[in-house]
């Protein structure tokens, strides 16, 4: 049986390839390949703590001091692949400024519905708020950062109707997913996905409201396809509130703009580490 492609298909699968038309790539992921290999060998900490029965259901804490803010990060993949091991390159820079990182792993679709893995995700931060006291951190210094489906993920994470336990934290999205609309008309991530309308309605950050005392920082590379962009500004637009900037980054791609999370001096470093400060 031949199954037709329509222009739509043709659209969305284009616009949601982060790796098309990106040169340098594998010199970048090179490069995180050795980062992530230091940084296994350098940080010291808890790896694989459980926040649940589930085997990916770990998260790696990473102490800067006691009583130190925390960096929460949520990797991204599509919500179907990657690893937090893949992105502990992220880490260093923040503990080396005396910030506490957690490195949040959870399950991958389709063994799993997004709406598990956005629950794993609110149980997670609800582990750390319940280990503050023994892993030495403060509760009201937490930012969550997230990368793609991480950015999604982490703007979920500070919805009004997502009950963590924590107080209203920043959100830091890096080139995430708010609208879940078009993910589902993105054959080769629908496939995988298989999002339900209702999943679509509740899951989406941008059909959301925000808890009060959140503030959102975003950000998307400048050469991000039309839909990465689009997604980014209707997101700041819909959650105006409590977005209290966007941080430019002229001709960044879709891993670049990540990579500059990692960068001590870059705008994007920078503006976590205002988020980081008390209000």
């Known amino acids: 049986m031949t199954v037709s492609t329509t222009s739509t298909d043709v659209f969305y699968d284009r616009e949601y390839d982060t790796r098309a038309g990106v040169s340098g790539l594998d010199v970048l992921f090179a490069d995180w390949t050795q980062r992530n290999e230091a940084a296994q060998a350098s940080l010291t900490g808890k790896r694989n703590l459980a926040y649940g029965e589930g085997a990916r259901e770990r998260l790696d804490f990473y102490p800067a001091r006691s009583g130190a803010p925390l960096l929460v990060f949520i990797h991204g993949g599509f919500w179907h692949s990657r690893t937090k091991e893949d992105f502990l390159f992220v880490a260093p820079p923040f503990v080396e400024r005396g910030i506490s990182v957690a490195m949040i792993e959870y399950a991958l679709a389709p063994e799993v519905s997004l ?165």
């Open 115 to 279: 709406s598990t893995i956005a629950d794993q995700v609110r149980r997670a931060l609800a582990y750390l708020g319940r280990e503050a006291s023994g892993l030495g951190l403060r509760t009201d210094r937490i930012l969550v950062a997230g990368h793609s489906a991480g950015g999604h993920l982490a703007a979920y994470s500070a919805c009004a109707s997502t009950d963590t336990g924590l107080p209203p934290h920043p959100v830091l999205a890096i080139s995430g997913l708010f609208d879940l609309a078009p993910i589902a008309l993105t054959p080769t991530l629908q496939n995988k996905l298989h999002l339900s309308p209702d999943e679509i309605a509740t899951l989406s950050p941008i059909r959301l409201a925000p808890r009060p005392g959140t503030r959102l920082i975003t950000t998307v590379g400048g050469a991000e396809t039309n839909e990465f962009r689009r997604q980014n500004a209707e997101f700041a637009a819909a959650w105006a509130s409590v977005h209290v900037g966007d941080v430019e980054q002229i001709g960044g791609n879709h891993f670049t703009a990540l990579d500059a999370l990692s960068q001590p001096g870059s705008d994007l470093f920078e503006a976590a580490m205002d988020l980081l400060e008390l209000p």
